[in-house]
């Protein structure tokens, strides 16, 4: 075997192991970003389930019927959707995006406001959208 054959092998050798190397950082960053996808939605649901059953007290606790409404129109978006948090990352998050509109179009926001869940509906939002954005990045990985 002369040289330029042997030079061949080991180029060859080198790049199956190279590849080999590529393949295995790709999974280990799509497991880092399926790991940072699991927290976000955590964090996420625990949101959606705070304002879901703050509505839901407002709604059916609150004796002051002037207090109420804010509760019981914000639950009923919830209602509409059947909104559940145990449910598929895309399904959610696409619920979430088309309640975020029927609560803008709605203009139950000054309800969101009276309860003080505000921040938490930002949070949930803000919270979608970095899911959905660590989603793409994994499928382009």
């Known amino acids: 075997m002369c040289g330029l054959d042997r030079f061949r092998e080991?180029?060859?050798e080198y790049s199956r192991l190279f590849m080999s190397f590529v393949e295995a950082y790709k999974r280990t960053q799509k497991s880092e970003m399926t790991a940072k996808i699991a927290a976000l939605d955590k964090e996420r649901d625990g949101y959606a389930y705070v304002i879901q059953k703050v509505a839901e007290a407002?709604?059916?606790?609150?004796?002051?019927?002037?207090?109420?409404?804010?509760?019981?129109?914000?639950?009923?978006?919830?209602?509409?959707?059947?909104?559940?948090?145990?449910?598929?990352?895309?399904?959610?998050?696409?619920?979430?995006?088309?309640?975020?509109?029927?609560?803008?179009?709605?203009?139950?926001?000054?309800d969101l406001?009276?309860?003080?869940?505000?921040e938490?509906?930002?949070?949930l939002l803000s919270r979608t959208e970095q899911i959905e954005q660590l989603m793409g990045k994994r499928e382009a990985a």
């Open 120 to 123: 938490l509906n930002r949070r």
């Open 113 to 118: 406001q009276m309860m003080g869940l505000t």
């Open 58 to 110: 407002w709604a059916a606790k609150i004796e002051d019927e002037s207090l109420v409404v804010h509760g019981r129109r914000v639950a009923q978006v919830f209602r509409d959707y059947g909104f559940r948090t145990s449910e598929a990352l895309v399904a959610e998050n696409a619920k979430i995006h088309n309640m975020e509109q029927n609560l803008a179009e709605r203009d139950l926001v000054s």
């Open 10 to 12: 080991m180029r060859d």
